[in-house]
């Protein structure tokens, strides 16, 4: 089965600054990837998703990135505000029928006044 | 759009009692649904997905006999915790799927169980 490694657990950058997330993941059929926000207590909450037939996608101060050559991807948040302090993950699934989430173990994110 | 609920946000019960959640898409309708068990500082582990009308499929070392799932309509899932025990104890999230979109799973606020 599939198999989603990230890093770094966590996660403390100064306010306006970037963060950065990685992630691995293992099975080569897996097309569809979405990072999810998760503040302490409720939810996750979808921030954004790429599919594999595009490298990057980017949306206000978040991109994601994605190589599928060396099965890794990416989550970017430039211009780092207070209220993006949570714990983010990624995950990976297969292609419509096969969508079953594999999520990674989670970055806690603080963000520094 | 998209929005997912779930009731109730929290529940006690005492050790030996059955427990239901529901989750709903209030505004799609949802083919599949899936219920998810978060322990605390930890990654989301998926239990089951759940089909309309059809029996759920468990993950490996899930009990399918402890954790009933029922999807009767394209809008409601229901997920029973029978003879609930302290290590029930955590935070049952599910999601749901557009049934006419892609893989996108939106999930609900989650529902934190305390069992004592």
């Known amino acids: 089965g599939e198999n989603v490694e990230q890093h770094p657990s966590t996660l403390s950058v100064q306010e306006g600054d970037s963060a950065v997330i990685k992630c691995t993941y293992s099975?080569?059929?897996?097309?569809?990837f979405p990072w999810y926000k998760q503040e302490l207590g409720k939810g996750p909450q979808l921030i954004i998703d790429?599919?594999?037939?595009?490298g990057e996608k980017k949306d206000q101060r978040i991109a994601v990135t994605l190589n599928k050559t060396a099965k890794h991807f990416s989550l970017h948040i430039t211009e780092t505000q207070p209220e993006d302090s949570a714990v983010y993950f990624c995950?990976?699934?297969?292609?419509?029928?096969?969508?079953?989430?594999?999520f990674g173990t989670g970055t806690r994110l603080t963000i520094i006044p | 759009g998209a929005v997912v609920s779930q009731h109730p946000s929290w529940v006690i019960c005492k050790s030996g009692t059955s427990v239901k959640i529901e989750c709903r898409s209030l505004?799609?309708?949802?083919?599949?649904m899936f219920w998810y068990r978060q322990f605390p500082k930890q990654s989301l582990m998926l239990m089951a997905t759940?089909?309309?009308?059809?029996?759920?499929?468990?993950e490996q070392g899930v009990e399918k006999d402890k954790f009933l799932i029922n999807h009767a309509s394209l809008t409601l899932s229901t997920l029973t915790v029978t003879s609930a025990h302290p290590e029930d104890s955590s935070f049952y999230i599910c999601?749901?799927?557009?049934?006419?979109?892609?893989?996108?799973?939106?999930f609900g606020p989650g529902t934190r169980l305390l069992v004592l």
């Open positions: 999601s749901a799927r557009d049934h006419r979109g892609t893989e996108t799973q939106y």
């Open positions: 099975d080569s059929a897996s097309n569809y």
């Open positions: 790429i599919r594999s037939n595009v």
């Open positions: 995950a990976a699934s297969g292609r419509f029928g096969n969508e079953k989430l594999t």
């Open positions: 505004d799609f309708q949802a083919t599949t």
């Open positions: 759940s089909n309309e009308g059809s029996k759920a499929t468990y």
